[in-house]
């Protein structure tokens, strides 16, 4: 068992907090002494903590108060605090224990280590605590039920009844996330002119008769795919842009498969790369795997729309509702037989990248129908050897520090998590994982803004290349 707060641990409590949380260690029994004087001078006036006992019988557990720890030897009020079980006799069992009414959710006394509620629901020790082998047997007493609605538990099931114990934690509990003095992610290059340029002369591997790439993207409504075009666009145009139409809406504002692209300001020619701009994903309506098939394979081209089609209620056959040329259907599959689609596709037809667009925010309750969306495009994606990423959206609003300067956004903890949370969900590893903000409030370009932006794109187009290298490789056999 481990011995100190994990990273699963954290997201556990940050989940029972309702809140993105940073925990800062306190005090440490094994580190600081097990005894009243080093708690009180580590933890008093700290603000929120979350205190972790670490017993012998394997049991992880513990509590959380929204108030300081202080000496004055009085009860502190606090609703919002609850007692926590994380581990049972080793095995994942969490379980939350909300305070009764708070009137004595915690007892600041000058004696005493952390103590929970009015009956010493948690009464962890008196004075010092000598170790005796590997552990503190601690000299307080374990009584849950006073304070805290335990539901049918007691201490035999928060935590064997044992207070003999490895270790004792108390965490400081912080709004946003916690700025690292090194980097995350570390980056060669980060100067934006550098960057834009590399973008700028980029051309296909030599050998394959692709004249430019294409990046598929991908995404729930609202995740920032065409914010993340306006913003690559935005970059290499000088200003800021608005060309594609973003925004919040109940539905995707992308009515059409487009092939952006996105030109030299200084040429004024088009860059040797598309990025393709398709639905949003919803709730009840993904990508029918056939028009996945059909994008991937590079069947649809530039704008393409259909006839007006619609199925026939009763029999669910195809029918001529309309001779006009309509936004594409997206309640109807693509087929060889709809106007437009191209039947004999070339290599440069082809997507030879996909990037999942995913909103920073909403990482913590990502839609399970939406992921299953994204998994059956991934799944026709590694059928064809195409190489994905993750581009996370809306960082800055995970992070306050990020919020206020972008150019921290490689030396958040918070971002850094985030990238973790979503390299685990999508099955990518953490450098397919390439978080942006993209351009919203600002009316001129930032430097910071750009850099993670063209970041994300070059490595894109790095992983379209390592694609056409498969073609070539085949060429040469």
């Known amino acids: ?94 379980k939350k224990y909300p305070a009764t009414n708070g009137t004595n959710a915690i007892y600041g006394h000058a004696n005493y280590g952390p103590t929970f509620g009015s009956g010493h629901d948690i009464y962890s020790f008196n004075a010092t605590v000598a170790l005796s082998g590997a552990s503190f047997p601690l000299n307080g007493s374990l009584a849950p039920g006073k304070s805290y609605v335990m539901a049918g538990d007691n201490a035999a099931s928060l935590a064997c009844s044992s207070l003999n114990c490895y270790d004792v934690e108390v965490y400081s509990v912080k709004d946003g996330s916690i700025i690292n003095d090194d980097p995350w992610r570390q980056l060669t290059e980060c100067k934006s002119k550098v960057l834009k340029s590399e973008i700028e002369t980029y051309s296909p591997i030599d050998g394959v008769k692709v004249g430019r790439v294409n990046i598929l993207l991908v995404g729930a409504v609202g995740a920032g795919k065409s914010s993340y075009f306006n913003t690559m666009n935005s970059i290499f145009r000088g200003h800021v842009t608005s060309q594609a139409c973003s925004g919040s809406a109940e539905h995707s504002l992308t009515t059409h498969y487009r092939k952006y692209k996105v030109r030299s300001s200084e040429t004024g020619k088009p860059l040797k790369f ?28 530039d704008k393409y729309t259909v006839f007006g089609l619609s199925r026939n209620n009763t029999s669910g056959s195809l029918t001529i509702s309309d001779p006009r040329r309509l936004p594409f259907n997206p309640a109807v599959s693509i087929s060889p037989d709809t106007p437009g689609y191209n039947k004999a596709p070339v290599t440069q037809d082809k997507i030879h990248c996909v990037a999942f667009v995913m909103d920073g925010c909403s990482v913590d309750v990502f839609s399970d129908k939406i992921l299953q969306n994204m998994k059956a495009v991934q799944q026709k994606a590694n059928q064809r050897g195409i190489p994905q990423v993750a581009i996370l959206t809306k960082v800055d609003k995970a992070c306050p520090h990020v919020e206020e300067d972008p150019g921290t956004l490689f030396y958040s903890s918070a971002v850094s998590e985030l990238v973790e949370q979503v390299s685990q969900l999508i099955g ?50």
């Open 1 to 94: 068992m481990e011995r100190t707060l994990t990273k699963k641990d954290q997201k556990q409590l940050k989940r029972w907090l309702n809140a993105r949380k940073d925990f800062e260690l306190l005090y440490k029994a094994s580190r600081d002494g097990c005894s009243n004087t080093a708690f009180h001078q580590k933890c008093n006036n700290k603000g929120p903590t979350v205190t972790v006992f670490y017993n012998t019988s394997d049991c992880v557990f513990g509590g959380y108060t929204s108030v300081s720890w202080d000496s004055a030897n009085v009860y502190r009020v606090d609703p919002t605090a609850f007692l926590f079980r994380l581990y049972f006799k080793g095995s994942s069992s969490p």
């Open 274 to 301: 598309r990025l393709c701009d398709t639905r949003g994903l919803e709730e009840e309506q993904g990508l029918d795997a056939t028009d996945v098939v059909a994008i991937l394979d590079g069947h649809l081209p």
């Open 428 to 477: 990518l590893p953490r450098a397919h994982v390439l978080p942006v903000k993209n351009y919203e409030k600002e009316m001129e370009l930032v430097d910071d803004v750009d850099v993670p932006a063209l970041i994300s794109l070059r490595q894109m187009l790095r992983f379209a290349d390592d694609y056409l290298y498969n073609f070539l490789d085949e060429e040469e056999d």
